[in-house]
């Protein structure tokens, strides 16, 4: 197959994929409650050659981490279900095991690719302002909490533009193509549990991408990709003795004061001289009222190092920190680890192979080297597996403007990064497997 055919694919392809992440992207659901969106995964490659795998065939149950609370969990089941998600379907999916592969098997010896597109939303409020284009073009998010402010619904329409490329093209194909659409990436909840449940096993190539991270023009792509942190994400609970804040604040133990002084503390912690680190403590609720000393406190914090001993250095010294502000302001402490995530790096090999596919190309038309991602990504738990057992692996940025940046409420991205993505992994494809 020619790099002509491929640009004429993805230029065919261009209205679908636009059409796929807008109704995406009206849908946003938040990790291990994405139930419409598995749904509508499933809707569009159903009639393929592809055979599709759905709830406990995608993770392993046990690895799954952060899961929402129940509440959380009810909201999104009982929308998907207002919404005509079939009963049985839910079935399969509820109490967190969203998410789907696609796998097709050409049966002619070939490579086995895997590619990885997460598909989970931000609790974020969507911006409503006219100078938002999801808003003044018609599909912003219909649910008021949530939000596609990463690109996830960008990654999910460019795997089933890939997908619908496989299986037209598959009679022109040789090896394996499995594609996971992964549930609950932000976070770093969702990668080790399709891992443990053994998808990148026997894995030859692995392939994922961001769109985004740094702001490029559209036809740039970054070859392989540096500086993926690991990180611990931490639910920390402090619980004290409410009392009257005038009468006898003496006989209070203040949760609200351990919360606020240990926020404190940990941005204290000595950074590690081997590498970068960082630590952010995003949300804290605690207290009652103005006249009661508070004897609740919750946080939801994160550590992150270059690397996975560096990070595991801060959360140690998290940990330690913790403890001590319990103990100092005589109240009890638990601390709950709800998402986790290693270092990884892409092979050396895809920085030719991407400049020598993308020749030609109509899409792609400024290759870097490497591009430094400088957050995390629960991918890594994916292309450490696939390179321990003899495979090779690389994650791409795919360039785009962004006219606010990752996780901002009026976060978005050009769409003709969508067409762009999708013509690269084709000319990979045709490069290895035919």
């Known amino acids: 197959m020619s790099v002509e055919k491929t640009n004429q694919v993805s230029a065919e392809l261009t209205h679908p994929l636009i059409k796929w992440r807008r109704e995406l992207h009206q849908i946003a659901e938040i990790g291990w409650c994405e139930y419409q969106t598995t749904y509508y995964l499933y809707e569009q490659l159903k009639d393929t050659s592809f055979k599709l795998y759905t709830g406990e065939d995608v993770v392993a149950k046990e690895a799954r981490m952060g899961l929402p609370k129940q509440e959380v969990d009810d909201l999104y089941l009982n929308r998907a279900k207002k919404a005509g998600v079939p009963e049985a379907f839910l079935t399969k999916l509820k109490g967190g095991f969203t998410g789907m592969v696609a796998e097709l098997d050409t049966k002619r010896e070939g490579p086995h690719f895997a590619f990885r597109f997460d598909i989970d939303a931000l609790p974020i409020k969507e911006e409503k302002g006219k100078e938002h284009k999801p808003a003044s073009e018609g599909f912003v998010s219909k649910h008021g909490e949530a939000m ?3 690109g996830h619904d960008g990654h999910a329409a460019i795997g089933l533009g890939l997908a619908h490329f496989l299986d037209e093209y598959k009679d ?177 090999e895809w920085i030719e192979v991407v ?8 899409f792609v038309n400024k290759v870097l080297d490497e591009a430094t991602i400088g957050a995390s990504e629960d991918v890594a738990y994916m292309i450490e597996r696939v390179q321990q057992k003899g495979g090779s692996a690389s994650f791409f940025l795919y360039g785009t403007p962004l006219a606010n940046g990752h996780h901002h409420k009026a976060f978005d991205f050009d769409e003709g990064v969508l067409p762009a993505a999708v013509n690269l992994l084709m000319n990979i494809i045709v490069e290895k497997g035919c």
Request: proline share 1%.
């Open 148 to 150: 596609h402010a990463c």
């Open 355 to 362: 400049k020598q596919v993308s020749q030609g190309s109509r």
């Open 172 to 348: 022109h194909l040789n090896g394996r193509y499995t594609i996971i659409f992964q549930p609950a990436e932000e976070g770093s909840r969702g990668a080790k549990a399709v891992v443990e449940k053994g998808w990148l096993d026997d894995v030859d190539i692995f392939l994922s991408g961001h769109i985004g991270i740094h702001d490029l023009s559209v036809g740039t792509v970054a070859a392989t990709t540096t500086d993926i942190l690991a990180t611990t994400k931490m639910d920390v609970t402090f619980d004290g003795v409410s009392s009257h804040a005038g009468l006898k604040p003496h006989e209070g133990k203040n949760a609200l004061l351990a919360a606020a002084a240990c926020t404190l503390e940990l941005n204290g912690i000595t950074r590690h001289g081997e590498g970068a680190t960082r630590i952010n403590v995003g949300k804290i609720v605690a207290g009652a009222g103005r006249n009661i000393v508070g004897d609740h406190a919750f946080m939801e914090m994160e550590t992150r190092g270059s690397t996975t001993e560096i990070n595991r250095y801060m959360v140690k010294e998290a940990i330690r920190k913790i403890e001590a502000t319990a103990l100092s302001y005589d109240v009890k402490q638990t601390t709950d680890i709800v998402g986790e995530g290693i270092s990884a790096h892409s092979d050396q």
